[in-house]
Every structure is written in structure tokens, then in C-alpha cells.
């Protein structure tokens, strides 16, 4: 390092110690980047790369930010997955002596984002860490940014305690103890045993930290450890730690979850279209954050998903309380994430002002919530902590309108410190004298446009225009600066009073700092009560979110039987209902049991509505052990401990896997772990391989769910052989999605009922999808020959060439329309019509005549 400037030698040991990070390094007022980390991000964040000269033998490659818009710039980055060291200057460059001296103050991870800008305001920003020790992986998971932290274990199986921790959608992972780490796309840090020695968990959770086992702890360690040594500041906030049994949710594995589209889409992995954002009538932040981790996590327990609907039925049948109650949360801000930036001391008086008027509206929702005979309801309103004390204190202290930056003053209310009113009045007195001074020597001089200015520079000035200089009286001014029309004057009152007034106001601006400093740090050692508080908040929130959903779409109360009978009348696909808006859904029923009706085998041409059928009982199961009304007319559960699908075709090229063997992975873990509490939709099981191959994996898999697990099934096929199962096989029941043939034309009613499909319309959906008219016809004449036994076994194995050079004969030369006659007269019509000699209004008869003739077909 020798060769480079001591600028670059202080930037090369700084970074030598960040190695697998972006080290924005502050100079003035921009932050730099040189060397590897200049060409990585200059691409990264499409700016220009340029250099320097830094003592070497060649320029370094160097690109910069400026200091002001850095957070855009950061969050670009940490969406990327890539790490952020911000290296700030520590000391006044005027006193320096050499190089300015520079600490990295914070490391900016996606895991470890504050700031409200790079968070998405209903959703949690988790990382996790996953611990192995003693046979056991503890799985903790944590949002720095609301002070959440949850911890399970499990016993020594990688594959399923990873699963656990990305149910969380963590942004990265933290792991300790593992001989080979688990294979996972997510940026990811090892931290080492002696590392992990400096933190403990007892400290940071005193009560409870005693209840964890080893790996729990390992794992809560873990996370403690890089977030401590990232962030280098207080972690006060972070007190919620929930110690959680997997067993106590309905479990659904990455493939399930995915297929339901519980959060987000399987095409755009947007929010639009999943169940998520069906029911996301929330209000406030945190009560968005938590509707997403209820349905991530629906229940098992009867109790508490009773609780939950009693909650839902007070609100869905009175829709003034209801309508009371989003009033009041529409005022509450997001509380958690407030609290938290509060305790990390990175909280503006504006934020200050968002928590004051947040505990405002609490005694009116408290009054609200005391006029439901709900017992969650009245349960939840009387442990809210109104936080009376917390609320005078912001209003003695705080201005309602306060700046942004908490370094320009006029945050602090008049009142509040007497010597802050000290010098409020002295600023205030002087430029009052300032102005009347203006007025006075207007009069004295009879200069009329003599005014009295103020700049950064300067400070206070007389300014005088060039045609009034003659007036200026003699030995009264002191000449400051020549304008081009003006001249500039001062005098020693005029000075003296310029430096009462700056005096004062830098120091007001200073006191003000330093009384806003103790005011965060008065509300931040009451975190506890605040996160309290917002944990209730957000449970009213989701529970009223039910409610209005419930009312508005016609949900119904689900009722949870005990028997395994699993029975849903006239039941509705929820987002496929809300998606179509005003065309009407086509509801359906199911009737299952653990007893002569476990799996239903349905059969149906594609498109006919069967992953749709199997998706909405799904889902409607979700929704019911998440403590919401479902989409039927009548709806009585047994409550489900797992859910497993295999719904859609799907490959993992990067995992070098076929559609088939992922086809094949998802069913073996269905299998793997069901039980007869278990609902499981598996979709065309088989239809990766040859027919034989493919049917008879359906039928073994099948008899394996009827005679070793037990398991609710809907098993969706288009091996119609299989059907016989329902004649061989207790517990085996056809259904089918029906379909008509109305003038040669396929009709979907979907509609599912009793008895099995009569045939496939495998051609007739060709057709739909427009496949060309010789294909179909070739196919309609081979399938002719197949039906009557004439075409030869070996006939279905000719080559491509042999098939496309069979006789023209065999297939119609005319093409064959799609279009119905009242169509084809249309598209005549519209054809011959001359648009030269049509007037505006004939047009318009034309297209209604078009219509009509269409609504009568």
C-alpha cells in the first residue's frame, strides 16, 4: 500500500476488513467507490465509472453517489443481494490533522434494513438463522425493523427446518454448525463458535431465553451476533421473542404454498391474485404484516379459530361498529416499526408526531371495541395500554408540524424549556429591531428603496441602488460589498445585533437538538408497552379485514366437525370469483369423509375447472384455519394438519430436474409426510412418461393413500381407466367436471359431479386453442380408427414423416370453421359493408344489430 496516497491507503484497510461488501466512502459530499467494488457497482447501479490518481502507477477506477441520494442508490443494491459498509467522516475536516478520519458506522444488509423507504410497508423484512447442535436445528427468524423474533426447532433434518425458515421469505441467512451448508439461492453468512461465544441470548431476552433448548438458543445467538456486529448500535428494541411449535399450524411445504398462491402468483409473483391480497382490507401497516403471517400459518387449535370467528361474526353483522372501527385505524400509524425507529435512534420528530396521533386514536377504538359482546374483542381492547403519559409528554414537547431534519430546529413547543424561550425571544426581538430598522433609515436617509437584507456570506446588510449612493450619509455606513447596482453597507448596531441573532439561533438550533435526543430517548424506554399495544392493534385490524371481506362477498361462518366429515355446499374459488368480477363463478360442492368417500377421483377434459375445484377447497380450508368466513353457502370442516399439492406442470432446470421428476419429488414428499388429517391434491400424477408408466404410478399411488395413510384426496386424472378404482376400492368416489357437445361445439359447464367422465374432448380443446385445421382433422380420423380397433398397435408408433405423408384424402381440403352460421353472416356482413357510405349513426345500428343477433345464440 505504500505506492498509494494516505487516502487510499485508509480506504484499502477500511475495506480489507469488508471484503464481501460495497464500502461507500464518504469524501465531501458524495460517496465513493474504488477499485473491484467501482466496476461492480458502476453495472450494478448503471452510473458512470471514471478514475483517479491515487499514487499508484495507473488511475483507479472510482464512481460516487451523492451523500444525499445514497439510500436509493443502497437499496438498489441490497435488492440485489449484495452488502453495504457506510464508512463516514468522524472528524471536522478543519481540524484534521492529515487524513480525515473514517469509521464504517453502519453495515446496510438485506436482512438488516431500518429505514422505511427500502421496506415494504405490509410486509415483514425477516432474515433467519438456522443453527445445528446437539441432533437438533434451531430456526430463528427476526425483523429488525419491528423487533420481532421467533425461534423453533426441530430435530436433525436439513430439508425441513430450511423449509420452516423460508416460510418466512427471509432476505438472507445466517447459519452455525453445519458440516455443509444447505443449498439455498439466498445470500448467506457462517458464523463461527468463538464468534458466537460474545453474545448471549439471556442477556438480550432474560425470561425468555430460559425456556429455549440449545439449538434455539445457537440460533437466536446467531442472528444476535450478526446483527450486533453489523449494525453497531443499541438493539433495545428487539425485545418480542415467541418460542413457537411447528406442530401447532397447519403445515404446507414450498410446493403447496406456491400452488395455493397464498401470498403472491405462481406467473408474476405479485401480490394481485393471490388469496393475500383478496382478503387484505387492513388498515394499518403491522395489521397488513400479520394478515400475511396468519395465512402462512393457519391453526389447529379449536378454541382459538372459534374465538377468532365469534370476532368475525360480531364485526360482519354490524356494519356501523365496523365502519367506527376502520375510522380509528385509518389515524394509526405503523406503531412497530416506529417503536423501533425510536430505539435505534434514527427516529425524526415527524415520527414522533406519528405516534402521538397514533395513541390518540386508541380510547376511541377502545370505546368501540367495548360494544361487541366478542370476547377476543373485549379481551384485546382491555389490555390496550392507552399509553396516557406518553401522549402529554409528545404534546408538552413536540410542535405539531415539525420539520424532517431533526438538525434544523422548530421541533420543540414554546413552554417546553424556559431557556429555549430565552432564546426563541431573543432571535425574535432581534428581527423585530432588524425590520423597524429598515423603516427608521428609509426615513432618516429619504431613500425610499433602502432596504435591509440578509445572506449566508454576508450576514446583514443595508442595500443601497447605485442612483441613491449620493444620499447615502456621509461617515454613517461602512461600505461590505459592490454590486452591480447596488452597494452593500453595514454598521457597527446593525452588527452587533446580526450576532445576538446567530448567536441565539445556533444555539437554539443546538438546545433543540439535544432536547429532541432526550425526548426519543424518553419514549424509546417504554418500547415494550408500544409494541404491546401495535400487536393488538394489528390483530383488531386483521380481524375487522374478515369481517368486511365476509360481508362483502357473501363469505359464510365455517363449522368444524369432529367426525372427519368434510362436507362444502355451493362452494366458491375466492379469488377466481373476485378475478371475474361481474360474470357469475360457478359454485360446487364437496362431500368427503375418512370413511367411503376419501378420495375423489375427478376426470374431465382440460379446462373444464378441476385445478380450480381443487384449489378453491384448498384454499376455503385455509381460509377457515385462519379464522375467516369461507365462500359457500355452507361449509362443515374436519381442521387439517398438512396440505400437499401437485398442481401444474413445473421444472427446475437449475436443479437439473424434469417436469416429471419434480413431478415425481412433490408427490414422494406428500406421501412422505401425510396423515389421515391430511388434505393432499395431486393433479395428473403420471402424465410425464408413457401411458402404461403413467397410469400405473396413478393407481400405486392412490392405493398408497387409501391403505397406509388415509388422507383426504382429490386426485384430478386423465387415465379414465383409473376410474374402475371406485368399483374395486373402499373410499374411492368418481366425480367429473361436466361438458356438453352443443353443435359439434365443446361447452364447459364446470360444473363437478357424481359419476366419471364419458371421454376425454382432448381434440375438441385443440380446436379452442386454434391448432391448425389439418392437425385436428388428422387427429379426429386417427382417434375414428383407434375407437373401432382397426388401426394396428404399431400404426401408433409411425414416425413424423410416415404421419404427415399419409393420403390429403384422408383429411377435408376445405377448411373447417370455427365460427357458428350466426358468426360466419356476421363476419359476411362486415366484410361487404362500405365504410365510405356508412354514417356514424348507420355504424351504430349495425354494431347493435351485431349484438343482439350474438345475445340470442
Known sequence: MAQYTPMIQQYLAIKKEYPDTFLFFRLGDFYELFFDDAI??????????????????????????????????????????????????????????????????????????????????????????????????????CDMSTGEMYVTSLLGQTEAALDEALQYRPKELVFFGFDSLPKTSLPSTVVESQQLDAFAVDSQYPEAGKELDVAMRAAVNALLYYIGTTQKRSLAHMRLLKRYDSKQYLQMDGFSRRNLELTETIRDKTKKGSLLWLLDRTQTAMGGRLLRRWIERPLLGRAELDARLDAVEALKSDLLLRSDLRTCLDNVYDLERLAGRISYGNANARDLIQLRLSLEAVPELKRHLSQTNAPVLQELAQGMDECADLVSFLQAALVDDPPISVREGGMIRTGYDEYLDKLHSASRDGKTWIAQLEQSEREATGIRSLKVGFNK????????????????????YERKQTLANAERYITPELKEREALILEAEEKMIELEYQLFTAVRSEIAG??????????????????????????????????????????????????????????????????????SRQVLLITGPNMAGKSTYMRQI???????????????????????????????????????????????????????????????????????????DGMALAQAVIEYICQRIGAKTLFSTHY????????????????????????????????????????????????????????????????????????????????????WSAPVAAVREEPVSLLSPEEEEILRDLRELDLNATTPMDAMMKLYAWKQQLKKR
Not at 102 to 128: F, H, Q, S
Not at 457 to 476: D, L, M, W
Not at 543 to 556: I, N, W, Y
Open 40 to 141: 461492480l457497482a458502476s453495472r450494478e447501479l448503471e452510473i458512470t465509472l471514471t478514475g483517479r490518481d491515487g499514487g499508484g502507477d495507473e488511475r483507479i477506477p472510482m464512481c460516487g453517489v451523492p451523500h444525499h441520494s445514497a439510500d436509493g442508490y443502497i437499496a438498489e443494491l441490497l435488492k440485489k443481494g449484495h452488502k453495504v459498509a457506510v464508512c463516514e467522516q468522524v472528524e471536522d475536516p478543519k481540524e484534521a490533522k492529515g487524513v480525515v478520519r473514517r469509521e464504517v458506522t453502519r453495515v446496510i444488509t438485506p436482512g438488516t434494513m431500518m429505514e422505511g423507504k427500502w421496506l415494504t410497508d405490509k410486509e415483514n423484512n425477516y432474515m433467519a438463522a438456522l443453527a445445528a447442535l446437539d441432533g437438533r436445528i434451531g430456526i430463528a427468524a
Open 457 to 476: 456570506v454576508f450576514g446583514y446588510y443595508i442595500e443601497v441602488s447605485k442612483s441613491n449612493i449620493a444620499n447615502v450619509p456621509a461617515g454613517r
Open 526 to 595: 417504554h418500547i415494550p408497552r408500544l409494541q404491546s399495544l401495535a400487536e393488538r392493534i394489528a390483530s383488531v385490524d386483521v380481524l375487522q379485514a374478515f369481517a368486511t371481506v365476509s360481508d362483502e362477498r357473501g363469505f359464510v361462518r365455517p363449522q368444524f366437525a369432529d367426525d372427519g366429515e368434510y362436507v362444502i355446499v355451493d362452494g366458491r374459488h375466492p379469488v377466481v370469483e373476485a378475478v371475474l368480477e361481474r360474470e357469475k363463478y360457478v359454485a360446487n360442492d364437496v362431500r368427503m369423509n375418512q370413511d
Open 720 to 803: 379414465h381407466e383409473l376410474t374402475g378404482l371406485a368399483d374395486t376400492m373402499k373410499g374411492v368416489v368418481n366425480v367429473n367436471a361436466r361438458c356438453e357437445e352443443r353443435d359439434g361445439k365443446l361447452l364447459f359447464l364446470h360444473k363437478i359431479e357424481e359419476g366419471r367422465a364419458d371421454k376425454s374432448y382432448g381434440i375438441h380443446v385443440a380446436e379452442l386453442a386454434e391448432m391448425p385445421v389439418w392437425v385436428i382433422e388428422r387427429a379426429r380420423s386417427i382417434l375414428a380408427g383407434l375407437e373401432a380397433g382397426s388401426q394396428a398397435t404399431a400404426d401408433m408408433q409411425m414416425s413424423l414423416e410416415t404421419l
Open 618 to 692: 384448498a384454499l376455503i380450508t385455509v381460509m377457515a384455519q385462519i379464522g375467516c368466513f369461507v365462500p359457500a353457502k355452507e361449509a362443515k370442516l374436519s381442521i387439517v394438519d398438512q396440505i400437499f399439492t401437485r398442481i401444474g406442470a413445473a421444472d427446475d432446470l437449475v436443479g437439473g430436474h424434469s417436469t416429471f421428476m419434480v413431478e415425481m419429488l412433490e408427490t414422494r414428499h406428500a406421501l412422505q409426510k401425510a396423515t389421515a388429517k391430511s388434505l393432499i391434491l395431486l393433479d395428473e400424477i403420471g402424465r410425464g412418461t408413457s401411458t402404461y
